[in-house]
């Protein structure tokens, strides 16, 4: 089983739709959450970051933690065309070594 | 955020030649980098950790003479392709952290290597 289980996708929104992005993992000692926008030929760009449970929103972006369930997810609103790109979420359990999902690669249709 | 140049970002060389890969950290000292190779559709998979002024910890499977990481400078990190082979042509990418913010990892660019 794999660390970290991510949808590939592919993913295709109407612009303006709301995003859910999710990743389960199995390892309970992970503490340190992220998603990473990663644009196609290029390296990863940190999106957002959570520390342990709960809710972190920035803009656009929100980011859930869900410990009980090991249970991750990254919602974009009012998605825009610039937003395609492939999402990978990362998680750590302590902030050394991290584990990554596969990606989902989203597609905002104009 | 902080800034991490990686260069070449695509390179093509014969089979048997070797390709070296720069990742320098621009504003800010990485005592600790990272250096990922990256398969279509796949995730990011760590070949080593690169710690500066000692020897590189490498993952599992990874060959360390094949793969060769120098990290002489809190600035930067290489890595070396020996002896490349069409297999190893891949997306590799490296990253680096802040010394303070040890959670956030920033990410270069990513080369692009094709082994001809």
């Known amino acids: 089983q794999k660390e970290v289980e991510q949808d590939p996708g592919p993913l295709s929104v109407p612009e303006g739709a709301i995003v859910s992005l999710n990743c389960t993992y199995s390892n309970s000692a992970f503490q340190y959450f992220m998603w990473y926008r990663q644009y196609s030929r290029k390296g990863p760009e940190l999106l957002m970051y959570t520390y342990s449970s709960g809710n972190k929103e920035d803009g656009r972006f929100t980011a859930q933690v869900d410990k009980s369930s090991k249970y991750i997810s990254l919602f974009i609103r009012d998605s825009q065309p610039s937003d395609s790109a492939t999402y990978l979420c990362a998680m750590s359990p302590t902030g050394n070594q991290f584990y990554f999902g596969t990606g989902t690669s989203l597609t905002v249709i104009p | 955020g902080a800034v991490v140049s990686q260069h070449p970002s695509r390179v093509i060389c014969k089979s048997g030649t070797s390709v070296k890969i720069e990742c320098r950290s621009l504003d800010f000292q990485a005592t600790t980098m990272f250096w990922y190779r990256q398969f279509p559709k796949q995730s990011l998979m760590l070949m080593a950790t690169?710690?500066?002024?000692?020897?590189?910890?490498?993952e599992q499977g990874v060959e360390k003479d094949k793969f060769l990481i120098n990290h002489a400078s809190l600035t930067l990190s290489t890595l070396t392709v020996t002896s490349a082979h069409p297999e190893d042509s891949s997306f590799y990418i490296c990253s680096a952290r802040q010394p303070t913010v040890h959670t956030e990892a920033f990410f270069g660019q990513g080369t692009r290597l094709t082994v001809v």
């Open positions: 690169s710690n500066e002024g000692s020897k590189a910890t490498y």
